[in-house]
C-alpha cells in the first residue's frame, strides 16, 4: 500500500509555499529564480500524484512537458540575468527598476 | 507503519528542509546544493509513486542540467562574494511569512476536506502499464501518439530557447 493522495497534495503544497516565500523574501536574483524551480517541482508533484491516483498516464506526459518548459525558461531566465548583471553590475533586484526611469 | 510510508515521510522531510535552507543560505552556492537535495528527494518520490521515468528525467534534467546552469552563472556573476543582506523591507518578511501561512492553510484544508479523491479512472492501471511492458514503454507510446503534436512544439520551444539563450550571453547586448 502506497502513501494517500492527501499526503502527497500536502507535500506539493508546502514545497509551492516554500517557493513562494522565497520569491517574496530574497533579493539576489538567482535565489528568486531558484524558487520559482521549486514551485515548478512542487506542481509536478501534484501532477504525477493525481495521475497514479486516478490512473493515468496523462499527468506524467504534462511532467514531461513541465520539465521540458523549464529547461528552456531556464536557459532564458539565466541568460537575461547575467546580461542585467553585466549591465547593473549588480545581483539585487532592488536596484534593477529600469523600467521605472 | 508500513516501508512505503516511512520512506515518503523521509524524503518529504528532506526536501522541504532542504528548500527552507536554500531561502535561508546567504552563499548562492550552498542554495545551489540544498536545491540539489530538494530535487533528488523529489525524484526518490516519484519512484514511490511508479514514475520511474520521471524520475529519471528529474536527476538527469533537473539536477544535472539546469542545477548546473545555475551554478555556472553564480560563477560568472560579478559581485558574487558581496553577500546581500537577505530581506528587502523591514515588514517583507513577516508579511512573506503570513502570505505563506496563509496560503500553505487553505490548501491543505481544501486537500483534506474536499472529495479530491473522487474522478473518473483512467485505463492505465498498473496492470495495463505492466501488460505493456512498463512505466517507460507506455509512457512513450502515449507520448508518440496522444501527445505527438505537443512534443514537437516542444522541441521548437527548446530550439528557441537555445538561440535566445546565445543572444543574450553575447558581450555587447
Given amino acids: ?101 | 507503519m508500513e516501508l512505503l510510508s516511512l520512506l515518503f515521510l523521509l524524503f518529504a522531510a528532506v526536501a522541504l528542509t532542504a528548500a527552507v535552507l536554500v531561502l535561508l543560505s546567504r552563499n548562492p552556492v550552498h542554495s545551489v546544493l540544498f536545491m540539489l537535495l530538494t530535487f533528488v528527494n523529489v525524484a526518490a518520490m516519484f519512484v514511490l509513486l511508479q514514475a520511474e521515468f520521471i524520475a529519471v528525467i528529474q536527476i538527469l534534467v533537473y539536477s544535472g542540467a539546469i542545477l548546473v546552469l545555475f551554478l555556472f552563472v553564480v560563477m560568472l556573476l560579478a559581485g558574487g562574494e558581496r553577500p546581500l543582506p537577505v530581506l528587502n523591507q523591514p515588514l517583507q518578511a513577516p508579511a512573506a511569512v503570513i502570505v505563506g501561512l496563509v496560503l500553505v492553510s487553505e490548501l491543505v484544508l481544501v486537500v483534506l476536506t474536499s472529495t479530491v479523491g473522487g474522478g473518473r479512472k483512467g485505463p492505465d492501471t498498473p496492470e495495463r502499464i505492466a501488460a505493456v511492458g512498463g512505466n517507460i514503454e507506455a509512457l512513450g507510446r502515449q507520448l508518440y501518439t496522444t501527445w505527438l503534436l505537443p512534443f514537437e512544439i516542444a522541441s521548437v520551444l527548446l530550439l528557441v530557447a537555445a538561440v535566445g539563450a546565445i543572444y543574450l550571453a553575447k558581450e555587447d547586448l
Fill in chain 1, 1 to 101: 500500500m502506497t502513501p494517500p493522495l492527501e499526503w502527497y497534495l500536502t507535500f506539493s503544497a508546502a514545497l509551492f509555499t516554500i517557493g513562494l516565500v522565497g520569491v517574496l523574501v530574497r533579493r539576489h536574483v538567482l535565489v528568486i529564480f531558484m524558487s520559482v524551480e521549486l514551485m515548478l517541482n512542487a506542481c509536478n508533484v501534484a501532477l504525477v500524484a493525481f495521475g497514479r491516483h486516478l490512473d493515468t498516464l496523462a499527468g506524467q506526459n504534462f511532467v514531461v512537458f513541465v520539465v521540458t518548459v523549464a529547461a528552456a525558461e531556464a536557459a532564458v531566465g539565466l541568460g537575461i540575468i547575467l546580461a542585467l548583471a553585466r549591465h547593473k553590475d549588480t545581483v539585487d533586484v532592488g536596484e534593477m527598476d529600469m523600467l521605472k526611469q
